[in-house]
Every structure is written in C-alpha cells, then in structure tokens.
C-alpha cells in the first residue's frame, strides 16, 4: 500500500477532539455539568474506514487490493496525463460515469457504471483515453462537465488556485 502522505491519526483524533470539547461545552451550557472527555486516535482512525469497513465487515472478509469500489475495483480513481499530471474521477453514481465518459468520447464505455462488469479493460480505456492529452487540457475540457472530474493538484498549486484564495485558506503570518 502506498503511504498516504498524512497522518491520519493525528488529523482525526483532533478532530474528534474538537467535536468532543463542543459537545461537553453545549452539555454543560444546558445542564451547568462538566463531562469527561476520552479521545483515541486509534479509534478516529477506525472510524475513517466507515464505508470499506462497512463493506468488509457485512462480507465477512477485507476486500483485496483494487477489490472494493474505492481502492481500484472500480472506475474511481486518478488517471495520468500525457504531461504526468493525473486527472482525479470521484463520481460514485451512473449519471457521472456517463458523463465522464461522455466527455472522454466513449459514451459506451459507460454502461456497466462506475463497477462494469469488466472493470479492468474499462479503466484501461480511460487510462488510455486520458493519457492522450495534459492535466490542463482535460481540466479545461471538464470546467463545465458535472462528472466529478478534478486535475490532481500539488501543495503549491493548490496554495495558488482561485478557490483556495476565495474561501482564505491561506494567510501569510509574520515570522
């Protein structure tokens, strides 16, 4: 398995921290009680695999490398680009395969949805499909396509785009 770059643990223990403080702050708003707080990072963690969980535990086995529909299995997934960028699909439901595919010009490559029953020859269409042109040329030719198509940002590109400095996610502090 490929590293995923963050800590996971870390981001979701403190989140679970923050959701903790909030709910013994509103409980001891409305009841003048304090309440003790029990934060795990392993069990935040857990908690992240609630839909691959979901899926191994009602099969009774963990699904195989590339064998559920968010780890491979599937048609969600990063492709990679003509320029070595890569182009991000996260469409779960049949409207935006079809539209994906649509897009990339293979409308029939559409019919099986995002879990065809020949996954591994319909993701290597597209695989080789996107592959024929740049991560910006495909972000262009997606702008406005409701696909749940996305380029793969880095740090610093993402630092650099128009949302991330609309909503101010970023501010230069003095150091």
Request: aromatic letters at 4%; a negative charge; proline letters at 5%.
């Given at each position: ?70 780890n491979g299995g599937s048609l969600y997934g990063v492709y990679r680009c003509a320029d070595g ?53 495909w972000a262009a030719r997606f702008a406005d396509v409701d696909a749940c198509v996305e380029p ?24």
């Open positions: 398995p490929t590293p995923r770059g963050l800590q996971s643990a870390d981001l979701a223990g403190s989140a679970n921290l923050v959701i903790a403080l909030l709910a013994a702050l509103l409980h001891r708003e409305r009841t003048g009680e304090g309440q003790a707080i029990d934060i795990s990072m392993y069990d935040g963690t857990l908690a992240l695999n609630g839909l691959t969980g979901a899926s191994a535990l009602a099969a009774g086995a963990d699904a195989e490398r590339e064998g559920h529909i968010l960028g890569y182009l991000a699909f996260g469409g779960l439901e049949p409207h935006f395969v079809t539209r994906l595919c649509a897009a990339l010009g293979r409308p029939e490559l559409a019919e099986g949805g995002v879990q065809p029953p020949d996954v591994a020859f319909v993701r290597a269409e597209l695989e080789s499909i996107v592959a024929t042109r740049t991560r910006d040329e793969v940002l880095t740090v610093n590109e993402a630092a650099a785009h128009p949302q991330t400095r609309a909503r101010g996610m970023l501010a230069r502090v003095a150091t």
